[in-house]
């Protein structure tokens, strides 16, 4: 949700900030601006829509100069618009803000700075932040910052330059990730490490409740009262290329293509050479005893990130017998919910800021349960909150739309399951290791379905020509229809309505018409024949179904359109597989219509806002 970008060295300033925000765009592109200080000036140019269009307008107007900060923004209070973009600046135009999160007490802050006499320009909770600053500037703009902290509720990250201290930029961090590149001479701010990446792999990762002072020369670390903070340095072991497209046409594909190399680092060095148990590292603390007190196991997350829960849930009551419960995590805080000191709660998110799941996972701690952290980032929000924390090794995911995230999510889930099955011994040694091995054989069987690209890339032609589509399925499958309608709504704008198929009968059989898309999940043997009843349900309406199912289930083939094939694997472990196909039919599906595939409208990749 926005991505901040800012510089202090010796070199040109504004090719920094807009390769740092090209890396920060899937957090937000409504608009884009950065501001320079230059000869004892602070100059700002801002633009209305993606970073190419500020691009643009700066070839025509270049801003020269060696301090600089950056913003690339997802719209939250105000639309987007050329006034409501970052930076913001003061009434005398000598200070300069770029923030991400929310200022939330900003209405009564605006009315107050306004009663002293201070111009508001735009419609945005973060113009009270410069005019803040310029309110209690007297000379020192890192004081004044700190009483600025004072005033402010809510969740930010922010840097500020000031015409008058023309050697500095002041930041500051709660709720929302700030990132610090130490360099030679010369000193990065980002929200993520991508964006930093092409200049130096030294980082500080700011903590919450923490404010720096960065100039050319080096970085000093505060808390919001002004003591000292000695920070160590975060190295980064992935490097740019990591991140970039790598002769993809987008992010996402390119996502996609990972994700059997994805699987296999998030299983690396996490099961045992006899090939019967899970191993976690030191930052998973959960001792026999500790799992033998768990009574009920909450999982929480959103979008994606909730479905790979809800694969979890299903996962982990069949190995453990123990209730789960999957939600989503702007309801689970508002519902009281009933967990305690016996409840593991398990927090499942790529960012590892998003701000609804890092509530959740403060109210459960709150509650007293344990909370065990999956998540891609490290020195996230949520990796440092949470009492246990699964590294899903995904590397960077740029593309808005979760492909590799999710897919090492589900791999990490099933490596918690069979780690406390072993400790609550309900799966026994061989059990463990068919489990596991199977599991393991997932990264070649997951190139084997992304050679299916072609056959899915036409398939999606049948999809785009319509506006809705029904993806139906019965318990894992149903949990994987339901990732693969979003991703199909999230990039290429087709309606896709995701149905247990046992449910279709009391309501959505009305949607279906002749010729409408079906996609039908039927890789859980145990209720083959119920969902094959459905699929009838679907065909004798004369919809256009296709079906993905298991090799060697030929007799499918004549119930169905058409069928895509996965290799065979345990029905437990199948969504790893059938999900591939979905992530390629929205792929395309939005290729077809000519969508931006990496950055759909209206969304962010991050979301570190409630
Ligand atoms: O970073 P998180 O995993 O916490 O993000 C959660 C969701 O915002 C995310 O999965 C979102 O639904 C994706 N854009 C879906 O592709």
């Not at 020269?64 to 006034?83: C, E, L, M, Q």
């Not at 020192?140 to 015409?163: D, I, P, R």
């Not at 899903?392 to 808005?400: F, L, M, R, S």
Request: with cysteine; net charge negative; glycine share 6%.
């Amino acid at each position: 949700m926005c991505g901040i970008m800012g510089y202090i060295g010796s070199k040109e300033v504004e090719p920094i900030l807009l390769d740092g925000l090209s890396k920060l765009e899937y957090r937000g592109y409504d608009s884009a601006g950065i501001a320079v200080v230059k000869e004892g000036k602070v100059k700002i140019e801002k633009k209305e829509g993606k970073l190419k269009i500020l691009e643009e307008r700066l070839k025509a107007k270049s801003l020269k100069g060696n301090v600089g900060i950056g913003h690339t923004r997802w719209a939250t209070h105000g639309s987007p618009s050329d006034k409501n973009s970052h930076p913001h600046s003061d009434c005398s135009g000598k200070i300069a803000v770029v923030h991400n999160g929310i200022i939330e007490n900003y209405l009564y802050l605006r009315e107050w700075l306004q009663s002293e006499g201070h111009n508001f320009t735009s419609e945005t909770d973060t113009e009270v932040l410069p005019h803040l600053v310029e309110h209690y500037y007297q000379g020192n703009l890192q004081e004044a910052v700190q009483k600025v902290l004072t005033k402010v509720e809510g969740s930010f990250a922010f840097a500020v330059c000031c015409e008058d201290e023309p050697d500095k930029l002041v930041v500051a961090r709660q709720d929302s990730p700030l990132v610090l590149g130490l360099g030679d001479g010369e000193n990065f701010v980002a929200s993520d490490i991508p964006a930093i990446l092409n200049y130096t792999r030294d980082t500080y990762i700011l903590d919450d409740g923490q404010m720096a002072v960065v100039t050319a020369d080096g970085i000093e670390v505060f808390d919001f009262k002004g003591n000292e903070v000695d920070k160590k340095i975060f190295r980064v072991k992935w490097d740019a290329a990591a991140a970039e497209k790598g002769g993809y046409d987008h992010f996402m594909i390119k996502e996609i293509h990972e994700q059997p190399k994805a699987i296999r680092e998030t299983l690396t060095g996490r099961i045992s050479e006899n090939k019967s148990s899970v191993l976690f590292d030191e930052n998973v603390a959960l001792t026999k005893e500790r799992v033998s007190r768990i009574d009920k196991i909450a999982i929480v997350a959103c979008g994606t990130a909730y479905h790979a829960g809800l694969v979890g849930k299903y996962v982990m009551e069949k190995t453990l017998h123990i209730p789960v419960e999957t939600d989503i995590a702007s309801e689970f805080r508002y519902r009281d919910p009933l967990i305690n000191k016996r409840t593991l709660m398990i927090v499942i998110s790529q960012s590892g800021e998003t701000a609804d799941t890092l509530a959740a996972l403060r109210e459960a701690k709150r509650k007293g349960a344990r909370v065990l952290a999956i998540t891609n980032v490290v020195g996230s929000s949520v990796s440092r909150e949470a009492d246990d924390v699964i590294y899903t090794w995904a590397g960077p995911e740029i593309a808005v739309a979760s492909t590799k995230a999710y897919i090492t999510q589900l791999a990490s889930l099933y490596l918690v399951a069979v780690y406390l099955a072993e400790k609550l011994g309900t799966m026994d040694a061989q059990v463990r290791k068919n489990f596991l091995q199977e599991l393991e054989q997932l990264p070649e069987k997951a190139e084997l379905v992304l050679q299916d690209e072609e056959r899915i890339q036409k398939l999606a032609k049948e999809f785009v020509a319509w506006d809705d589509s029904f993806f139906i399925g019965r318990s894992l499958d149903y949990a994987v229809a339901l990732e693969g309608s979003l991703k199909l709504k999230e990039i290429s704008y087709i309606h896709a309505e995701a149905y247990a198929a046992g449910e279709l009968k009391h309501g959505t059989l009305a949607l279906i018409v002749p010729g409408i898309p079906v996609m039908a999940l039927v890789t859980q043997e145990d209720i083959y024949e119920k969902t094959v009843s459905n699929i009838k349900e679907v065909k004798a309406r004369d919809a256009f179904v296709t079906a993905i199912a298991f090799e060697g289930r030929k007799e499918i083939e004549k119930v169905v359109d058409q069928v895509i094939y996965l290799p065979r694997t345990t029905t437990l472990l199948a969504p790893i597989l059938t999900v591939i196909p979905l992530q390629l039919l929205a792929y395309y599906g939005a290729v077809e219509r000519g969508e931006d595939v990496d950055k759909p409208r209206n969304l962010a990749k991050s979301v570190t806002v409630e």
